[in-house]
């Protein structure tokens, strides 16, 4: 089969397509054909940085595809059904970008008949991020769903991010009003489409002001991708047992809190990675998230504000420049192209 491997860390060229045995899935763990496999910035900062083991390792932690084969203990019945991927390649060589891979029988959800494989693709990282940070808040219960969010605020900084999307998706999809804030026109229209009621312009206008309009006792959570550059806004808008659920990085590696300001609403600072996050929160990410699905909730393309990139395998080295580069919506791998 066509698979693309690394064996040493670095940049986009060190991904090469090889040829390779159609592997057998293990123990508990059943093997996919991939259909699409998404790229994340993840999936480039663990190909920049870490040395993969001596079999080499193939990028990639979501994708969607058709189950083919199961190991010991697994369910047969799970063969011949549609399915999306979530965290393939954490701590194991197999990830998405090959025409077959073998994860853990938990990282895969029944995708249905109906949801496209490009959405599949698209749910894993950004989607089980997202529900982590909305729901980090002691205000807000541990469960998304309708109705779950009603009469709360949710404050997506960077809506226009894939996973500033997947929270505009699913606080929408939980009936909380949301906010989201970007840099510019073309980023107001993608987060307006993914459902966000209000659209705030963070270079052009004041967040605070504008957010204490809509919502003059504070938010209940907000979904933080830049937490060294909006730290000060945060605290003037977080509410009563709110939380500053950061997920990222972006913009400066260290963030200053003021303390009593926020001892006032008893304000949670929580840090979130997806990989290493609560057993219990996963499990209720992984549920809620396959339930949105299932009730045609979530969306993807350039009406859901998430346009799609769409690479054949051979080209997951521009794929992975492409996000490195910061491409705005999504960008997958056609794995059969
Ligand atoms: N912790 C985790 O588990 C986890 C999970 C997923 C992703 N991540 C990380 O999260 C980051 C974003 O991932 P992604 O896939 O969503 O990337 P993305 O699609 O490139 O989105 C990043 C978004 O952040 C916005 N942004 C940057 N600085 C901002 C600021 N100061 N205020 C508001 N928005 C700002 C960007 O737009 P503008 O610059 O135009 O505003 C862009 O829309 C990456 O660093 C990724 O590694 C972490």
Request: contains cysteine; charged residues 20%; proline residues 7%.
């Amino acid at each position: 089969m066509r698979a693309i491997s690394y064996s040493r860390p670095g940049g986009p060229d060190v991904l090469e397509l090889v040829d390779r045995a159609v592997p057998e899935p293990g123990p508990g763990e059943v093997r996919v054909r991939v259909a699409f496999s998404g790229v994340n910035p993840t999936d480039w900062k663990s190909r920049s940085t870490a040395q993969p083991g001596p079999g080499g390792q193939v990028p990639n932690q979501d994708g969607a595809g058709t189950v083919e084969a199961v190991g010991q203990g697994v369910d047969p019945a799970m063969v011949g059904q549609r399915v999306w991927i979530w965290e393939a390649a954490w701590q194991r060589p197999w990830g998405t970008a090959a025409e077959h891979t073998v994860v853990p029988a938990r990282h895969v959800v029944l995708l249905g008949e109906d949801p496209s494989s490009e959405l599949g693709a698209a749910l894993g990282i950004p989607f089980l991020t997202a529900h982590r940070c909305i729901t980090a808040a002691e205000s807000l219960p541990d469960r998304l769903g309708p109705g779950t969010l009603s009469g709360h605020t949710v404050l997506v900084q960077g809506g226009a991010g894939a996973v500033g999307n997947a929270a505009i998706q699913l606080a929408r999809w939980s009936d909380a009003t949301v906010i989201a804030t970007v840099s510019g026109p073309r980023k107001a229209q993608l987060a307006a489409a993914a459902g966000a009621d209000h659209v705030v312009n963070y270079r052009e206008q004041d967040v605070v002001a504008e957010v204490r309009k809509i919502a003059p006792r504070g938010v209940d959570s907000i979904v933080e991708v830049s937490a060294a550059v909006n730290a000060a806004v945060d605290a003037q808008v977080i509410g009563m047992h709110g939380a500053v659920a950061m997920y990222a990085d972006d913009g400066g590696a260290e963030v200053t809190v003021p303390v009593r300001a926020q001892m006032g609403p008893n304000a949670r600072w929580q840090f979130v990675l997806v990989y290493t996050e609560p057993e219990r929160a996963k499990v209720l990410a992984i549920e809620d998230v396959a339930t949105a699905v299932g009730d045609g909730a979530i969306r993807v393309g350039e009406e859901a504000g998430l346009p799609l990139h769409v690479f054949p395998l051979a080209e997951t080295a521009q794929a992975h420049q492409a996000v490195q580069d910061g491409a705005v919506g999504k960008v997958l791998i056609d794995v059969t192209a």
